[in-house]
């Protein structure tokens, strides 16, 4: 679908140096919207979760979230951030129909959180980004342009409105720009977001799921000369919207971009589109002729200050945050760092965390998130987190197999059953008849049926070639299509030929 | 004192049609008595943009089945400026972009007010969004001044000026942005009072400027405009910048005030409001009420002395820069989407398009020129220039106040620098017509009360005395207006409004 020239990523390095950046917008998982008292609670039937304020109607006013600012505050914190004393929010004028007002009331010059950092590691390196501000804004409503081929509004015939995104409460975080990262750029920027999300998950503070849009990404990537001075010109690439298309949009862009620097052509300071589908960019509008948004403070607010002690108790009661958590968890777990590296990048700490807490062992649990898991996701291009199997279900898949009901291939079909929707691992177990059989007469039957089907190989076995057990053992094995254990059937075979 | 009882309902204070349905009387009769008044009168006055007699009547026939008439506000009728949002009750702001809007919800003034009983008459007409200052910018009719038909009832709250004043309402509310209660009030010899800002809930007024939005009472004395600010006011958990005090005890002062006794009440007479070097555009007559006025509150025992506030000059040219401003984010949500009119949209345009066209027809001339006004002083490069270089006036301002009120405990001016002029004199002349505002900014811009009572008449027209307090203490305005009120009436034997009612009595003015 692109036509955009790119260079081999390896050889854009040989010439330039990226600078990425990252913003970074969370909806919070606040019961209420930003300003209303409308719920937050994500599927509705469009525009059944609005109300005068959030649909902007004449006269309506705004009131603060206290839970949204508190939300934000343990954020900032958490990354290392200085929280204002005093405050205020501003509108940021434009016309678009997604937001009702004709602004959104967000914060300018003042936000809630400044100058912090995040650590994120890449192959045992730590980069430090550092953070430019969190603040606090409203979500936007949600167009559906119908007709067209684009799903863009040009070309569409009609497009509604659903305004039960609009008011949500929405932190953006935003990095100042990170440079040094060079061929780790674009895991640099997926890391950090991992990390983020991570952070996010710690605190709470929202659901942060992907899918559904409660954590979006927009990526800045510029290059420059190598030993050049100053930056490039950056775009911002938005709609990135998985752990893995941050990593692809950073790697498209610096592709894209050297190919135009390569042939003297000047980037266009602009606003892009990342296309999961095909993992490129394309050009939206241009930050050239950018809309002067006539920011000013928001005087249907009244100004946040933050009052010192309670901040204080904030920062107190902030959870372990996962940096820390690994650290513990390493030690406890008895892993190296690297080991937990990988866990990091896989994104599974959490999920092994938690299914460690749901009863499996550390080894068994980082077993099946690094292996089966991580290839089921793979296959399916989804991340971890996004399998629709839980950490309490693999540890109970985890206790099917060390109780012997099942070995570790029934468990992977036990598994195909619990990703496809058929109930917890117990339950299919039960409902696909995966258990392993025991010394019944079922498998007594088929192993006399495999001395019997093969007097060769059970000749040899009785003559002390003892190897030769296996060949037996694999045609149980295939009768009773896998259900049988394997150790089980190697000793009743050697009761009757040894 | 002696002031008669009218038997005619539409002169009537509040406090009168209190005690007569207390006495027996039907909220039903009193409504029917305004409604006859609004039939026959108001086709000529242009007060009304919108009037529902049945629904007025059912919600009086309700409170009279319900048996609680004549206990509170239950079974008076009110006027809404257009500006408060009705539920179910077509609200437009004086504007076409809204024409046939229903809201979905009440305003918590309109919801306040119902809940006291009282029954609304209709909504009153106004400047667009309330800009402007003769009510000639509604986009539906022109008011008329009843006074004089040929001459503005002021504005921007000139349909309840004018429904009061001639007896279409016992009382209204209005709003007051840069002066839109106090001048119409004085113009048309009513008390109007704006409250401190933050002080009466802003939830469901169609917002014109943010920072400086208040509703507040219109009435025939100031005893019937405090009962009304008292049933209006107080903390509203929808409104973030209403300030959580309770209720104020009004009416009590207004009574109190009444007495006449002023002895230990400081006032100063702000002099860059029609004082000393300070005239140009006041007329001759309006400083000439304003002094006498004076000197009555001098008689009943106030302490008069005149005070200076520079920073009082700057107010017109600051209050320029910081509605517009805010009317220019405020007036953004009318793009024809969700709402009210929308141009164009026959499928051969697009989106931007539709919504220059709807806004270019929707608008008025003088909602586009603030528009355009506030667009720019927010604009990148001129924002520090203009909306920043405002707020600092505006805290000069603010501290001028504070610095009087070190000395004094209210402050006095003319309302207005005239009295109401012809319509169409001003409308040409944008500038002229925002002088009507010169006297009532400064206290917007610092957020303060301020009530407006009629002090006499100039060219048999009302003039208006300002008088100014502190920030919430609505309750000296009350008082001090009182006295006013009450000794100009003894004096003159009958209220001041009832010179109105003769006039009208005598046909072409034949005595």
Known sequence: ?498 | MSIPVSTDVTSMTVDQIQAALADGATAVDITQAYLDRIASADGELGAYLHVDPEAAVAVADAIDAAGTRGTGLNGVPVALKDVVVTEGVPTTSGSRILEGWRPPYDATVAARLKAAGTVLLGKTNMDEFAMGSSTENSAYRITRNPWDPDRIPGGSSGGSSAAVAAGLAPWAIGTDTGGSIRQPAALTGLVGHKPTYGSVSRYGLIAFSSSLDQAGPMARTVLDAALLHEAIGGHDALDSTSIDAPVPVLAECARRGAAGDLSGIRVGVVRELGGEGHTDGYEDGVLSRVAEATALLEGMGAEVRVVSCPAFDLALAAYYLIAPSEASSNLARFDGVRYGLRVGDDGSRDLDEVMALTREQGFGAEVKRRIILGTYALSSGYYEAYYGQAQKVRTLISRDFSAAFADVDVLVSPTTPTVAFPLGARTGDPLAMYAADLCTLPASLAGLPAISVPCGLSEGLPVGLQIMAPALADDRCYQVAAALEAAQDDARGHRFLDQLSRRAATPEGAA
């Open chain 1, 1 to 498: 679908m692109s036509t955009d020239r790119l260079v081999d990523f390896d050889e854009v390095l040989t010439r330039y140096e990226p600078v990425i950046g990252l913003e970074t917008h969370v909806e919070l998982g606040t019961a209420s919207k930003m300003f209303c008292g409308c719920s937050t609670t994500f599927g509705g039937e469009p525009n059944t979760q609005t109300c005068p304020v959030c649909l902007g109607l004449p006269g309506s006013l705004p009131v603060a979230n206290a839970a949204a600012i508190e939300s934000t505050i343990r954020i900032g914190l958490a990354l290392g951030c200085r929280i204002a004393t005093w405050c205020r929010f501003a509108r940021k004028n434009y016309f678009y129909p997604d937001i009702p007002k004709g602004f959104q009331t967000t914060q300018y010059d003042e936000p809630l959180c400044t100058a912090g950092h995040l650590d994120v590691e890449v192959d045992g390196e730590t980069y430090r980004v550092e953070i430019e501000r969190v603040h606090l804004e409203e979500d936007t409503g949600k167009n559906l342009h119908v007709g067209g081929a684009t799903g863009r509004i040009h070309g569409a015939d009609h497009s509604l409105i659903d305004y039960n995104r609009a008011g949500i409460p929405l932190v953006e975080i935003v990095t100042r720009p990170i440079p040094g990262a060079g061929a780790k750029a674009p895991e640099v920027a997926k890391a950090y977001v991992t990390e983020l999300r991570e952070i996010l998950l710690a605190l709470g503070v929202s659901e942060v799921r992907m899918e559904q849009g409660n954590l979006r990404c927009d990526v800045n990537t510029s290059l420059a000369p190598i030993g050049s001075l100053e930056w490039g010109t950056r775009t911002e690439t938005k709609n990135v919207n998985s752990l893995r298309s941050v990593e692809r949009a950073v790697r498209f862009e610096m592709r894209r971009q050297a190919a135009l620097l390569d042939g003297d052509v000047r980037i266009l300071q602009e606003t892009r589109h990342f296309h999961e589908d095909t993992g490129t960019t394309s050009p939206g509008r241009s930050k050239e002729e950018a809309t002067d948004y006539r920011y000013f403070p928001e005087p249907d607010l009244v100004p946040v200050a933050p009052d010192e002690e309670w901040v204080g108790k904030l920062l107190a009661d902030l959870p372990e945050l996962p940096a820390a958590r690994r650290a513990r968890l390493s030690e406890e777990w008895g892993i190296a760092p690297t080991e937990m590296a990988w866990l990091v990048n896989a994104g599974a700490v959490g999920l092994v965390g938690d299914t460690v807490a749901a009863g499996a062992s550390p080894a068994d649990a980082r077993k099946w998130w690094l292996g089966e898991l991580a290839r089921r996701a793979n296959d399916a291009g989804v991340e971890l987190a996004e399998l629709a199997v839980t950490p309490a279900q693999v540890a109970e898949l985890v206790g099917l197999v060390s109780a012997g009901t099942i070995n570790d291939q029934l468990a992977r079909q036990a598994l195909d059953g619990v990703l496809a929707g058929e109930g917890g691992p117990a339950q299919v177990v039960e409902s696909r008849g995966l258990a392993v059989l025991g010394e019944s007469d079922e498998l007594v039957t088929a192993v006399d049926a495999a001395i019997e089907g093969n007097p060769d190989v059970a000749e040899k076995v009785r003559g002390g070639k003892v190897q030769a057990i296996g060949a037996l053992v694999g045609a149980v094995m295939k009768t009773t299509r896998g259900k049988a254990d394997a150790a089980t059937v190697k000793r009743m075979l050697e009761e009757r030929l040894c």
